[in-house]
């Protein structure tokens, strides 16, 4: 279109090589061409093009990698002179590809280097329309897609899916129709006159969407019920006002035309079950991007790759039109230790930030923050920054517990009974999450008798029991 010279198209990992020197020489072999024909032709040189493809694994912020041999400074050193170095180049145009923008050395962006940004974004429901429209046109033409496929209802499920996923969806339900003919006795067959009739129809794209193919900017429902392995068990009224509210809230950031930003944080002692209410809300919520940050996803990364990993995740989250983040157990992301009251200053910045970022135009976001120490977070001023605050309630009444240890199914009616008649005196103080455990461990203890004695001394030794 440019009427350019044979673009020069390289994948960023190309140009690295293991001989000394060889990668700079590499990126100025690239130049080469465009460099000669300035020199003879000066500005009536044709325009020359260099595409890079996964530039960050080439342009990593210098001083990142750690490989000893500064091959990755010096790569980009050699590409930035010759950009934006003393030997003007006037007649090329370099565009590099990512989707790591975060990890690409700095300097490279300035204005001068590779000035202009553009995001291609995740394609709205018009462009998934036009994708899968231009990804079953052949099927269409050769008489292949079933008249159940509906375009556009396809594309409305598949929401947060990027134009490739869209592709291998197509794909996907493609090989779930052939799978669907194939007989499989010692040999794998299809039988020729079944498979001229072969068509893909709505049943094979919505099993491809349910078992083949996730958005890797969705919600990974599989995921998130980890955190739900024993349900919500609705013990109290507290619980289904904190789900009720939850909703509220998302309904705000989903539906208000001015809140682009909802920020919830669930207080609550130890084992008050905080995670799973707020997996709950955020999966009831039915945003299409939801990722939840945990300080075990965390543990084996150094205190920069930490930020960055974080930072990624609300990145990708700006990208979806709607989301979700759920940041789990924050005074252990920021590394609290209540000896000596230490923690990691930058975390407290990075996420003192990024709760208060607004989204990008057009974006909107709910963020879920769980805390099992409020005082610490108000000392370190992060409690103001969230819009609503919610609290789960310890288990505190003895009938309470029984509705929780009878959903558990560990004990029988009669057995619950009987653990309440001996329980009634006693003043309560546990979390959901403790009893469930001292439940599970009750039972394997043998007969009635012995579940009942364990249960209550294993109560009393958390301290449940007041
Ligand atoms: N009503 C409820 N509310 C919360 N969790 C519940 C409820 N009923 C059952 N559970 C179960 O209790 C467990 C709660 O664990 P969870 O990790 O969420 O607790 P937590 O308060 O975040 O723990 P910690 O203090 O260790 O961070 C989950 O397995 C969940 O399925």
New binding site residues.
Partial sequence: MLNTRKPKIVQGPEILSKMVGESEANVRALFAEAEAEEKQMGANSGLHMIIMDELDAICKQRGSTNTGTGVHDTVVNQLLSKIDGVEQLNNILIIGMTNRKDMIDDALLRPGRLEIHMEISLPNEQGRVEILNIHTATMKKSGRLDADVDIAELAALTKNFSGAEIEGLVRAAQSTSLNSYVTATSKVEINPEVYKQLKVNRAHFLHSLEHDVQPAFGANIDDLND?????????SPD?SKILQEGDLYAKQAGNSDRTALVSLLLE?E????????AVKIAINSGFPFTKIITPGKLVELADMAKIRAIYKIFTDAYKSEISCVIL??IESLIEYVPIGMRFNMSMVQTIMTLIKNMPPRGKKLMIIA?S?NPGLLKDIGLRQHFTHTMI?PLVQSVSNMAD?VETLQVFSREETESLKMQLKEVNLRV???KL?DICMTAKQAGDSEAKKATFINLLTRAGGIL
Avoid: C, E, H
Avoid at 227 to 235: A, C, M, Q, R, V
């Fill in positions: 955190y739900l392995l024993y349900g919500i068990i609705p013990w619980i609550g130890n084992f008050t079950g905080k995670t799973a209410l789990d157990g769980t099992s789960a929780i979390g959901v999450k469930i």
